[in-house]
């Protein structure tokens, strides 16, 4: 047993405070906006926009307000519209205060890849090196091992790096781990999953 | 001085020449420049260089300019959804420079700033920093970036005076002001021109002072990813 992409973004939802401005990317961070209950958190959408509504009811799809996963979106009453330059600005100004990002790889060191496979076909890196860059801290929520059982939490990332040491906290369907000097640190198992089962779907040095 | 022209094939009359560079304002279809794309199609003009953050899709926004195989160049942040492009990369038809997408930005405004070049955090330690200065500002490492000029920038708008004053409608503003700024000739279609003095001075998003030319013209602005909710689960 261990979570469902529905449960890795509730236990995402748990690290956003009241009152923070979040990034969510694409694929089960964006599920996280499901789970935020009453806090107070208005999220970020990168293409120019804060205070990102759901999706619009069928029929009132607008052309001209999307996500950054290029999706018909809807507004909020405190919703405000910028420039992308004015929109990296705040990203990597460090005003942002999390982003929530999926990973194909993530080492003991911090380190995230999230871009690029070589040798497949490579589509590019969006914003995803800004933010990693530039945000508060940096939540990566991913499965903990590869279709063929293999750790995708690593001592060193194999595959093109997004950032270099900018990932704060993993949250993956059989646990959470802080990055922290010297490797990882176990917060929490999943339900289900005992630590030596954590321990053992994980590459990287656990401290 | 006269900024309103009757057509996108006029605005650009004396502007595009072979081998040029194009900034283009936009974010995937959302605010692109179709109509000017459109006329620089028609116009032929070949081997370009666009910084843009997208590539469009087969048969709209830049993608039409790779079916007649207009461009030699992209610099983008994200290339998707466009098998037209994928395959004139991989057959090195198409030359194509990664950017991440705010570096792109500020590369725009800094560019039309005045600004050649700019230290970022962002790319430190990947295969975007390779080949650049490396400077250590309080501890931490920043790559330097250039500053973008462009031969022509080509832009979308919501509404605009005579003078060039312009406002944007949501999302759509984008990549469109950072682009208006880097040229060295900026043209914007806009949806609707209103008589100067109509728009709020307090509520212009870019000042006519980047805009030297500008056409009025029906958009089909598509969309890419029509995402709805339902009504009854709501």
């Keep these: ?207 | 001085m006269k900024k309103v022209y009757d057509s996108a094939t006029e605005a650009l009359d004396g502007l595009l020449f072979d081998g040029m560079f194009i900034a283009a304002g936009g974010f995937g279809l959302c605010g692109i420049p179709e109509l000017l794309l459109q006329a620089i199609k028609e116009a032929g003009t070949k081997d370009l260089t666009f910084a843009s953050n997208n590539a469009g899709v087969d048969d709209f926004g830049i993608g039409i300019l790779l079916q007649t195989r207009q461009v030699k160049k992209m610099i983008s942040s994200y290339v998707g959804e466009n098998a037209e492009f994928m395959r004139q990369y991989l057959s090195g038809e198409l030359e194509l420079e990664f950017n991440p997408q705010g570096t792109l930005a500020e590369r725009m405004r800094a560019g039309g700033c005045g600004i050649p070049g700019f230290y970022t955090k962002t790319g430190v330690g990947t295969v975007i920093a390779e080949g650049k200065e490396v400077k250590n500002f309080e501890g931490q490492d920043y790559i330097l970036e250039r500053g973008i000029v462009a031969d022509l920038s080509i832009v979308k708008a919501w509404k605009a005076d005579a003078t060039g004053n312009l406002v944007f409608r949501k999302t759509a503003r984008n990549f469109n002001p950072p682009a208006a700024m880097c040229g060295k000739v900026c043209v914007v279609e806009v949806e609707e021109i209103v008589p100067v003095g109509s728009l709020d001075p307090d509520m212009i998003h870019l000042p006519g002072i980047y805009v030297h030319r500008l056409i009025q013209g029906a958009h089909e602005k598509r969309i890419e990813q029509r995402t709805t909710r339902n009504k009854e689960s709501a």
């Design chain 1, 1 to 207: 047993m261990a979570w469902d992409r529905n449960q890795m973004a509730a236990r995402a939802a748990q690290e956003l405070q009241d009152g923070m401005y979040v990034n969510l990317g694409i694929g089960i961070p964006t599920l996280v906006a499901n789970y935020v209950g009453d806090k107070d958190i208005t999220l970020q959408s990168e293409n120019g926009m804060l205070g990102m509504g759901p999706f619009p009811f069928e029929g009132e799809e607008d052309s001209d307000l999307i996500n950054a996963g290029k999706q018909t979106i809807t507004e909020l009453p405190r919703t405000a519209y910028f420039d992308s330059a004015t929109s990296f600005g705040m990203i990597r100004g460090g005003k942002i205060a999390a982003a929530i990002l999926g990973a194909m790889e993530v080492a003991e060191n911090g380190d995230l890849a999230n871009w690029m496979i070589p040798g497949k076909l490579v589509k590019g890196m969006g914003g995803a090196m800004d933010l990693v860059a530039g945000v508060g801290r940096v939540i990566v929520v991913m499965d903990h091992t590869s279709k063929h059982g293999e750790s995708k939490v690593l001592k060193e990332c194999t595959l093109p790096l997004t950032g270099k040491g900018v990932v704060d906290r993993i949250i993956t369907n059989m646990g959470v781990l802080d990055v922290v000097p010297g490797g990882l640190k176990i917060i929490e198992c999943a339900e289900g999953v005992t630590e030596d089962e954590l321990r053992a779907a994980t590459q990287a040095t656990i401290v």
